[in-house]
């Protein structure tokens, strides 16, 4: 039982002495410290793997499309409607076109944008189930009607409305990658660790969407396109980058909690004015 319950430990020392030999052979690039946690990335894996069941895929892509139409909004609304003059914009477009959203939709939330002008955006702090945090972007013309919706939700679900839960989180640089190389292989840890730290990515860990598994490099605000173009120039796909929430302070829930977590994230996406949903949770470590 003892070393069971050291093995957590002990597999996190490793990465990390992996990480400390991998920086050292780096010492003439000035890079950010760099972390990767594994029994951290299990617990994020089982729960992106909960998460991400969706329902029928006709609604899904229905509910992803409206979604990626707000985001439009947003953007064009904070940098204007030209992406080659607003990088947020451009960023949108192409997580909308990895995802197949119709040229046709997606010029039509741009020139929609206009006759969006009351809308304003909001973010709301909340607590999920086992003590979870969430952070819920709203775009509405109504903020009395989204407060009431999503104080609802959380209510019914077993969340509810506080503060403090943004400090929970960082506000970050985040570039997807396919966690595949050319071959179809997985990306390897060690190589893993090398990409983020030749790209100069702070973090690195993997993660999954609903179609596939994915890398997923965190970065400072500032860096997230330097980090993207090189990655690329390392023969990385990249899927996307976007500024995001990341957490800073993980709450593991049980597997009873992670399908509350997972009802009440899925009402608070499918809500009309709920842009996104960000979270820290992570599946409760196993003990032997």
């Excluded at 030999?21 to 951290?40: F, G, I, K, N, Q």
């Excluded at 702070?202 to 400072?220: A, G, I, K, S, W």
Aim: net charge negative.
């Amino acid at each position: 039982m003892a070393m069971a319950a050291l093995r957590p430990a002990l597999r996190g020392m490793c990465v990390h002495l992996r990480c400390q030999l991998l920086l050292h052979a780096h010492l003439d690039v000035p890079r950010a410290p760099l972390h990767l946690s594994p029994p951290a990335s299990a617990g994020h894996n089982k729960w992106s793997k909960v998460k991400n069941i969706k329902g029928p895929k006709d609604a899904a892509r229905s509910r992803l499309f409206m979604k990626f139409a707000m985001m439009i909004r947003l953007a064009v609304k904070d940098g204007g409607a030209n992406p080659e003059f607003n990088q947020h914009l451009a960023n949108v477009i192409e997580q909308c076109r990895a995802k197949n959203m119709p040229k046709a939709s997606i010029e039509a939330a741009i020139k929609g944008t206009d006759k969006s002008n009351a809308s304003v955006y909001s973010l709301y702090e909340a607590r999920g189930p086992g003590g979870s945090s969430l952070l819920i972007e709203v775009l509405t013309d109504n903020s009395t009607r989204s407060h009431q919706a999503i104080k609802h939700i959380l209510g019914k679900n077993g969340g509810s409305m506080c503060n403090g839960a943004r400090h929970n989180f960082e506000r970050k640089g985040v570039v997807l990658a396919a966690a595949e190389d050319h071959e179809k292989s997985m990306v390897p840890l060690e190589r893993a660790l090398e990409l983020a730290i030749e790209a100069g990515a702070e973090d690195v860990r993997d993660t999954e969407d609903e179609e596939r598994p994915l890398l997923q490099f965190v970065c400072d605000v500032s860096s997230v396109h330097s980090v993207r173009e090189s990655l690329s120039a390392l023969g990385v796909q990249t899927v996307s980058a976007s500024l995001e929430y990341v957490p800073c302070t993980m709450a593991q829930l049980s597997d009873a909690d992670l399908q509350l977590a997972s009802r009440l994230i899925e009402l608070l996406n499918d809500s009309q004015d709920v842009l996104r949903v960000y979270d820290n949770i992570e599946a409760q470590s196993e003990q032997d």
